[in-house]
């Protein structure tokens, strides 16, 4: 992974739980949809935008290691970049489903919902 802040089984439970909620929709791949809801359940007021976590304002308090990552625009292109290739790689091995029309929309899988936490040893 490119970020060194936010671990690959936090970032693996910060995308199954967006999908999973969404359940049975298709949903973005918009990284920033998948970061805002994370950020509103732990209390952070930074909001981001588009696939590269644009910031558009930050929390003033940092209640979160994400918040210090989303204020630094290297640590923030690195997450945006890990959440581009771990959703390719969530595709590619059955976790989420392509909807297939070619706007960016995935759904999870049984398997996603099986597999409640994702280790990288």
Do not use: C
Not at 23 to 38: A, G, K, N
Not at 39 to 58: A, F, M, P, Q, W
């Amino acid at each position: 992974m490119r970020n060194s802040d936010i671990s690959f089984e936090s970032l693996y439970k910060i995308i199954r739980d967006y999908f999973t909620e969404a359940l049975p929709h298709y949903v973005s791949d918009d990284s920033s949809t998948i970061i805002q809801p994370f950020l509103k359940s732990v209390g952070s007021h930074t909001k981001v935008k588009g696939r590269d976590l644009d910031l558009i304002s930050l929390s003033k308090t940092q209640l979160h290691v994400i918040d210090e990552v989303l204020k630094d625009s290297v640590k923030r292109y690195a997450l945006a970049e890990d959440i581009k290739a771990f959703l390719l790689w969530l595709a590619g091995n059955g976790y989420l489903e392509w909807d297939g029309s070619g706007n960016g929309a995935y759904r999870a899988t049984d398997k996603m919902l099986q597999v409640k936490k994702l280790t990288n040893s």
